[in-house]
Nanobody, 115 residues
Framework: QVQLVESGGGLVQPGGSLRLSCAAS????????VAWYRQAPGKQRDLVAI???????NYVDSVKGRFTISRDNAKNTVYLQMNSLKPEDTAVYYC?????????WGQGTQVTVSS
């Protein structure tokens, strides 16, 4: 059973930065894609950014130019660098991995953007 563990969330002021980490229990080479989702209170869980095994990336329009997804294969970790944070970025952020037909989720990490 693959385990994904997110970290790096916290409270940050508008305009600030955070870097989220998603550490996998096995080689991330085995994943077709790794993605970050977020869920704000009372809202559905939405895709934020995705990276493929071939290092292609894609982002939701609202974070383009501010967020960057990347991977460190040696550490089996995928990152989400978040810059110029806005209050509307406040949510629980989840890591998601697709391995063949299997889908795995982390437990989530809270990001709060507030002054």
């Amino acid at each position: 059973q693959v385990q994904l563990v997110e970290s790096g969330g916290g409270l940050v002021q508008p305009g600030g930065s955070l870097r989220l980490s998603c550490a996998a229990s096995e080689s991330i080479f085995s994943f077709n894609t790794v993605a970050w989702y977020r869920q704000a209170p009372g809202k559905q869980r939405d895709l934020v950014a995705i990276i493929t095994s071939g290092d292609s990336t894609n982002y939701v329009d609202s974070v383009k130019g501010r967020f960057t997804i990347s991977r460190d294969n040696a550490k089996n970790t995928v990152y989400l660098q978040m810059n110029s944070l806005k209050p509307e970025d406040t949510a629980v952020y989840y890591c998601n991995a697709l391995q063949g037909w299997r889908i795995y989720w982390g437990q989530g990490t809270q990001v709060t953007v507030s002054s």
